[in-house]
């Protein structure tokens, strides 16, 4: 049996990001700590949802166990890098992930929705 942090999640687990295609829209769901072991997956899949041309890029943090600056660095980055011309929403709610982001002032800048719902409405 894996050993598991707090949170449930096992230790060591890389984590993962996974783009989906919603007509136009595109998910990016991040799964365990976004650190700087899983940051380089969330670029690449934001780079390449860029080039998907979508109407709207919404970055998932709902499965995130552990939030440290390289994900945030991550997050600025989407938001004010190549795909700026498409409006990005990112999920997050609670403690970790959320309060990261209030501590950083990133509220100011990001476009925070409590759920993913609420993020694909239009």
């Not at 991040?30 to 997956?41: E, S, W």
């Not at 991550?74 to 990261?100: D, Y």
């Amino acid at each position: 049996m894996a050993e598991r942090d707090v949170t449930g999640a096992s230790l060591g687990d890389a984590g993962s990001v996974v783009l989906e295609d919603r007509d136009g829209t595109v998910v990016l769901r991040v799964d365990g700590a976004l650190d700087l072991a899983l940051a380089p997956k969330l670029r690449q899949l934001t780079e390449r949802a860029a080039r998907l041309e979508p109407s709207l890029v919404v970055i998932d943090l709902t499965g995130v166990t552990f939030l440290a600056s390289a994900g945030m660095a991550e997050l600025v980055r989407a938001h004010r890098g190549p795909a700026a011309s498409v409006p990005l929403r990112v999920v997050a709610t609670g403690r970790i992930t959320l309060r990261p982001l209030e501590l950083t002032r990133l509220t100011d800048e990001l476009a925070i929705y409590p759920s993913l719902s609420e993020a694909l409405a239009p």
